[in-house]
C-alpha cells in the first residue's frame, strides 16, 4: 500500500519556510510516497498556489513524488501553464505528478464574461478584494479584445 500526504499551503500570517521543511522531511522519514497541492482560488483561507508550492518543496525533498490534486486549466494562460509545470518537473526531477480539470460547467466565453463572473464570485465572499481588484483593473493598461495588464 501507499501512502501521500497533503503539503500545507495555508498562508496566513506568513509563510512558516522551516515548519514546512521539517513537515516535507518527516513525511519522507515516515516513508510516505508522495505530498499532494491543490488549487483553489476563491476561498476564507489565504493559500500559497498549488504549482508555487510544489517548487518549494521540490527544493526540500530528493525522494517524495510531488503533485497537484487538479489544476483547473480553464483558469490559466496555456503557455504560462505549460512552463510552470515544466519548471516543477525539473526542479523535481522527474518526481512530478499532475491532475487537470475543466472546471466544471463554469466557463465563461470571453475575457470581459470571464472578468464579470469572477468579479461576482470574489464580491459574494470577500467585498474588499472584489474592490481592490477592481481599482487595479480600472488603471491596469488595457491589451485589446478584455486583457488588461497589472
Not at 476561498?43 to 508555487?52: D, F, K, M, Q, V
Amino acid at each position: 500500500m501507499r501512502f501521500h500526504i497533503s503539503i500545507p499551503q495555508l498562508d496566513s500570517d506568513r509563510f512558516d519556510d522551516a515548519g514546512v521543511k521539517d513537515y516535507l522531511s518527516r513525511a519522507e522519514e515516515l516513508g510516505f510516497e508522495g505530498g499532494w497541492t491543490m488549487e483553489q482560488v476563491i476561498g476564507s483561507s489565504p493559500r500559497i498556489a498549488p504549482l508555487e508550492m510544489l517548487a518549494y518543496a521540490a527544493a526540500c525533498t530528493t525522494r517524495l513524488r510531488l503533485g497537484v490534486a487538479v489544476l483547473v486549466t480553464s483558469l490559466h494562460d496555456p503557455l504560462q501553464l505549460a512552463s510552470a509545470v515544466t519548471g516543477v518537473d525539473h526542479l523535481s526531477p522527474g518526481r512530478l505528478d499532475l491532475g487537470v480539470g475543466h472546471g466544471g460547467n463554469f466557463r465563461p466565453s470571453s475575457p470581459s464574461a470571464w472578468r464579470r463572473t469572477f468579479g461576482q464570485l470574489l464580491h459574494r465572499r470577500h467585498r474588499p478584494a472584489h474592490r481592490d481588484l477592481s481599482r487595479r483593473n480600472a488603471s491596469a493598461p488595457q491589451l485589446g479584445s478584455g486583457f488588461t495588464a497589472s
